[in-house]
């Protein structure tokens, strides 16, 4: 019952949103985490895989599946707000297996991205119809889909043109959002303008501020690795002042 009530939240979030007021989702990559961006007020979050990677000592797109389920259980657990998970391409299991396992975390949400084993593109066809699957698997009050779409950072030839076209297969086939990863802020007027529904847009630290992603189109921000790869930077400044006074 919470876990649908949280799903429900999440999903009301991403709607009737003023220009300029995109939904802002910090990425923890770890309890703790976690709990500081909830004690700030955020209203949700949204687990990176690469930071929950580094965070258990893997190299971005290597975390084993069942220790990436454990970080998102953890993480989910201890907060109260939602929690919506990268969950990467899904970890080779089939779209109804891979649904049971992330709902199993207590996660009402999940990335699931449009690069290939191989690390190329995927046939957006394909891709649509495993979304299609993960969809029939989980209603829309039960999970929040996110479809990652990687056209500007695998070399498409025309990468807005195409990421169009896959938002609008990936909606089709059921998702809630779309997510072009990489996107460069003069993309985002004509992504907002041909895509209809919520886009994700993953800002860079150090970039445009988040009220201009809003007012060029994003509905929603995350920030991939960069708040982890922030704090370890924090972390090893600290360290060094440590072993300066040590020595």
């Excluded at 998102?72 to 201890?78: S, T, V």
Aim: one cysteine or more; glycine letters at 10%.
């Amino acid at each position: 019952m919470v876990t649908a009530v949280k799903a429900r939240t999440f999903r009301t979030l991403h709607h009737d949103r003023a220009p300029g007021d995109p939904l802002v989702l910090p990425g923890p990559w770890d309890a703790a985490s976690a709990r500081v961006f909830e004690e700030s007020g955020f209203p949700a979050l949204a687990t990176p895989s690469a930071g929950v990677a580094a965070s258990l000592g893997y190299e971005d797109g290597q975390t084993p599946a069942d220790e990436m389920f454990a970080a998102i259980r953890h993480i989910a657990r201890a907060v109260s707000i939602p929690v919506s998970a990268d969950i990467e391409a899904g970890y080779g299991l089939p779209p109804k297996d891979l649904v049971a396992r992330l709902l199993d975390t207590g996660a009402v949400g999940c990335n699931l991205e449009d690069t290939g084993p191989d690390g190329t593109l995927s046939n957006p066809s394909q891709h649509a119809d495993r979304l299609a699957e993960a969809r029939a698997a989980a209603p829309r009050d039960e999970l929040f889909l996110n479809a990652r779409i990687d056209t500007f950072i695998r070399g498409a030839a025309d990468p807005v043109t195409e990421a169009i076209e896959r938002a609008r297969l990936y909606i089709a086939a059921g998702a809630d959002c779309v997510y072009p990863i990489g996107a460069p802020p003069e993309a985002l007027p004509r992504l907002r303008a041909e895509i209809e529904g919520p886009i994700n847009i993953g800002a860079p630290l150090g970039g445009p501020s988040l009220k201009e992603w809003g007012e060029l189109g994003a509905t929603r921000i995350t920030f991939g690795p960069g708040l982890q790869r922030r704090a370890t930077a924090a972390l090893r400044e600290i360290a060094t002042e440590l072993r300066q006074v040590s020595t």
